[in-house]
């Protein structure tokens, strides 16, 4: 099992999602309420200059709650679809590209990240962790847990079929996937999920390093600062995930 998340686990609890909608439709009907009733004291009264305190203090209400809703619901999700494994045990000259890469597994190099992610502790002292890390053969005998490539598919649809916004921090992007993988391990190690996806233009395909998947803007904003802080990420960015992105990753989180 991999590390535990600081950031919201990407599951479906349909039932917190479908709470906060309903109450934050509730605040804003109380909220016009109030107001309203405020303006028609005011206008009795004649206190003309007290309405833009009481419409400041109305929105004030609703951005408080609204914020406290958001940061309850981060790390509610549990999903109901459990994580499946299956267990490798290395050969003489894997590697954790290679195993990603195969057929029966990912199907692509790129997802290295998600092996090591939820085999932290197998590899941690395995080879060395520099750039060539993921290209470098593993020693034979290794028991790694793989999370099976229908349970991410199965876990990522109903998720996206639940939840329709998600946001990442973009954190690197090179056009070598090599020169993302120290950094990389850097923010596995630190707990965080991340994942590489590709970017193309019209003479470079970019390898962009990501963490996610943040269920608000406000909470990737805590966290894009948090990452700035431990290590040292200044020029990290915020990016609404595509729903392609979405389903691609979003089911390797617990």
């Not at 009264?45 to 419409?55: G, I, Q, T, Y």
Request: proline content about 5%; some cysteine; overall charge negative.
């Amino acid at each position: 099992m991999g590390p535990s998340q600081p950031q919201a686990k990407a599951t479906g609890n349909e039932a917190c999602q479908k709470i906060r909608i309903y109450v934050q439709y509730l605040l804003c009907i109380y909220c016009c309420i109030c107001y309203r009733r405020s303006m028609l004291k005011i206008r009795l009264s004649h206190s003309m200059a007290m309405k833009p305190f009481v419409f400041a203090g109305a929105l004030i209400l609703l951005v408080v709650l609204n914020t406290s809703l958001s940061l309850a619901w981060e790390g509610s999700f549990d999903m109901e679809t459990p994580l499946q494994y299956t267990i490798h045990v290395t050969r003489q000259g894997d590697t954790l590209c290679d195993i990603a890469a195969s057929p029966e597994v990912y199907g692509s190099c790129l997802k290295w990240p998600q092996l090591y992610y939820y085999n932290i502790d197998e590899l941690r002292d395995t080879v060395a962790h520099d750039m060539d890390f993921p290209f470098t053969p593993l020693p034979p005998g290794l028991s790694m847990a793989i999370i099976h490539p229908s349970n991410v598919k199965n876990r990522s649809e109903k998720i996206l079929r639940e939840y329709k916004n998600f946001w990442t921090i973009n954190v690197m992007s090179r056009d070598q996937s090599r020169d993302l993988t120290e950094l990389a391990i850097q923010i596995m190690d630190q707990g965080y999920y991340c994942y590489i996806t590709k970017f193309v233009t019209e003479d470079t395909v970019w390898k962009r390093l990501r963490v996610g998947f943040f269920p608000s803007l406000e909470i990737t904003r805590e966290k894009q600062l948090e990452l700035g802080e431990k290590l040292g990420l200044s020029d990290a960015w915020i990016n609404k995930a595509t729903p392609e992105e979405v389903l691609e990753f979003i089911g390797f989180l617990e």
